[in-house]
């Protein structure tokens, strides 16, 4: 009987682990104030997770961003902006700097995160998360350059991965939106 018990609990608690794996609800990471953002208080929101960068040619997207985070943030949509470092060195300010620089040339009101690495040997959690299917049981991606944006339903499910040069208003977010 102990051994079916034990079964049983190993069955259930392998359960919630797979179960937890597939949920983007399941992080806290550092917002670019250093206090602590639960994920978890997204529940029933659609998400939006966007690599940013300050120097990077794609940068004015900051721009489109704003507007799309001002136009259905009272439709239970948040975009999470995570800055990077990785690709050409296009974000090397600190977060007080990157933050100065958000809220002086695009009034920036998301939420920013505490920089990290999206790639390597040093990729953050989150986008280990984000880009392996093994771990978000939907698909994986490649980082491909700053601006990457990924798509998160109101469950916490990676729905889909969109190249950094779409517009993060494209026809398609929007449609998503609506949806």
Same mark, same amino acid.
């Given at each position: #009987?102990?051994?079916?018990?034990?079964? &049983?609990?190993?069955?259930?608690?392998?359960?919630?682990?797979?179960? +937890?794996?597939?949920?983007?609800?399941?992080?806290?990471?550092?917002?670019?104030? &250093?206090?602590?953002?639960?994920?978890?208080?997204?529940? &029933? @929101?659609?998400? #939006?997770?966007?690599?940013?960068?300050?120097?990077?040619?794609?940068?004015?997207?900051?721009?489109?961003?704003? +507007?799309?985070?001002?136009?259905?943030?009272? !439709? /239970?949509?948040?975009?999470?902006?995570?800055?990077? /470092?990785?690709?050409? *060195?296009?974000?090397?300010?600190?977060?007080?700097?990157? !933050?100065?620089?958000?809220?002086?040339?695009?009034?920036?009101?998301? =939420?920013? #995160?505490? @920089?990290?690495?999206?790639? &390597?040997?040093?990729?953050?959690?989150?986008?280990? *998360?984000?880009?392996? @299917?093994?771990k978000n049981k939907v698909m994986?991606? !490649?980082? !491909? *350059? /700053?601006?990457?944006?990924?798509?998160?339903?109101?469950?916490?499910?990676?729905?889909?991965?969109?190249s950094p040069k779409e517009k =993060?208003?494209?026809?398609?977010?929007?449609? *998503?939106?609506?949806?």
């Amino acid at each position: #009987m102990r051994k079916i018990i034990t079964i &049983g609990i190993l069955l259930l608690s392998t359960c919630f682990i797979s179960f +937890a794996q597939e949920s983007i609800h399941q992080f806290t990471v550092t917002s670019i104030d &250093g206090s602590e953002f639960n994920f978890a208080d997204l529940k &029933g @929101k659609k998400i #939006m997770i966007v690599n940013t960068a300050s120097k990077c040619g794609l940068t004015p997207q900051y721009e489109l961003l704003e +507007a799309l985070y001002q136009e259905y943030q009272d !439709k /239970n949509f948040v975009i999470v902006g995570f800055p990077a /470092n990785n690709f050409l *060195w296009q974000e090397p300010g600190s977060d007080e700097e990157i !933050k100065e620089f958000c809220t002086k040339n695009y009034g920036i009101s998301f =939420p920013m #995160m505490s @920089k990290i690495s999206v790639k &390597g040997s040093d990729i953050d959690p989150i986008y280990s *998360w984000l880009t392996q @299917k093994s771990k978000n049981k939907v698909m994986d991606s !490649k980082i !491909k *350059w /700053n601006f990457q944006k990924y798509l998160i339903d109101e469950n916490g499910k990676l729905v889909d991965v969109l190249s950094p040069k779409e517009k =993060p208003n494209s026809e398609k977010v929007i449609s *998503w939106l609506n949806q």
